[in-house]
């Protein structure tokens, strides 16, 4: 079987679990400008490049990557959410992206086959690519609406080189997240589709888009269901939300979520929502509860943390998923879907 194929065989049978956030972790390290940089001669400042970590210090994101695994993660992701020319070019990294992808992807390969061969139970890699600090939506200048600062084919360009990277290293997927506009989602999609055609297989895709405001809209303005009916030609292996808010006010998006989309639902809150130093205070059994009851309700198939999650809140998730049946997919009508801002459906 293929990892598409595998994914959906595990999640047949129970609720899996994702990891959890991979900055607040390394902050607890308190890491100096010079343990980012190691040994690179880069011409700025290193110090919160969480990305380069895979090169100058792999052994902080190999312990991250275990301490989740151990927590009871089916699912890793790779510790590549900025590797990109975009967010690199903010280090004078940028030169480095191709090996900062396969060297992490290599990190979270190595950890998630020695943790299956230890147990049995199959792991998985998610190769994390991030939105980056663009948007093709909107312009960022409020007196010129009509200015972007990059364009469609070349953030997939973009996206293409740390995707071709993460494959090499050995990822069973591609994770699109954190999605603030669909259109830059969209690149991701094409590039991800583009690569494995080039490879001759099929390169599953998870996508996981994050909300704006808790009326369930991203920065583009597109609700859930519009986003969904956005993306579900790229038969994503996952759909679901992460980040920007903790488990109680994603609540009424995942509901309407896991009752459109006739794939698996994967959702990864914050620790509930930052206090006023910007710190999350949410303690893993109240995550816990609140994941708990969207799983006791059928609504989701893998469950996991963003912002201020820790490798104790995925194990108080895995405690309170434990038999617990997983969601069924539904079965939606063959109708006419289309998306703007809002969905449209043409009813036969």
């Not at 999640?11 to 390290?29: C, H, K, M, P, V």
């Not at 794939?263 to 816990?288: H, R, S």
Request: charged share 20%; net charge negative; proline share 5%.
């Amino acid at each position: 079987m293929n990892a598409r194929e595998r994914l959906v065989e595990a999640a047949s049978s129970r609720i899996l679990l994702t990891d959890g956030a991979f900055g607040t972790e390394i902050q607890n390290y308190k890491l100096d400008e010079a343990a980012y940089r190691g040994n690179l001669d880069l011409a700025r400042d290193q110090k919160g490049n969480n990305d380069i970590l895979a090169l100058t210090r792999p052994e902080i994101v190999e312990a991250i990557t275990r301490a989740y695994l151990e927590a009871g993660s089916d699912i890793v992701s790779t510790n590549t959410f900025s590797a990109n020319v975009i967010s690199q070019a903010d280090y004078a990294a940028e030169h480095l992206v191709k090996e900062i992808n396969i060297a992490s992807a290599q990190i979270a390969r190595r950890e998630a086959d020695a943790m299956q061969t230890r147990d049995g139970r199959p792991r998985f890699v998610a190769g994390a690519i991030g939105p980056t600090n663009k948007t093709l939506s909107l312009s960022p200048d409020v007196n010129d609406p009509g200015f972007r600062e990059i364009d469609f084919d070349y953030l997939k360009s973009v996206y293409r080189e740390q995707i071709d990277a993460l494959l090499d290293g050995g990822v069973d997927f591609i994770l699109i997240e954190t999605v603030f506009d669909t259109l830059n989602a969209k690149a991701g999609i094409m590039a991800a589709l583009e690569a494995g055609e080039a490879l001759g297989r099929d390169v599953p895709i998870m996508v996981s888009m994050t909300l704006t405001d808790l009326s369930g809209r991203n920065l583009s303005g597109h609700t859930v269901e519009a986003f969904w009916h956005a993306v579900r030609h790229a038969r994503p292996v996952t759909i679901g939300l992460n980040c920007s808010f903790g488990a109680e006010q994603l609540r009424p998006h995942v509901q309407v979520l896991s009752g459109l989309a006739d794939t698996l639902i994967m959702v990864y809150p914050n620790a509930g929502l930052p206090n006023e130093l910007g710190e999350y205070d949410e303690l893993p059994e109240q995550t816990a509860k609140l994941v708990g009851e969207w799983a006791g309700k059928g609504q989701v198939n893998i469950l996991g943390g963003c912002c201020g999650s820790t490798p104790a809140h995925i194990a108080a998730m895995a405690k309170a998923v434990a038999g617990l049946e997983p969601r069924r997919m539904p079965t939606p009508p063959v109708v006419t879907r289309l998306a703007g801002l809002e969905p449209m459906i043409m009813a036969a």
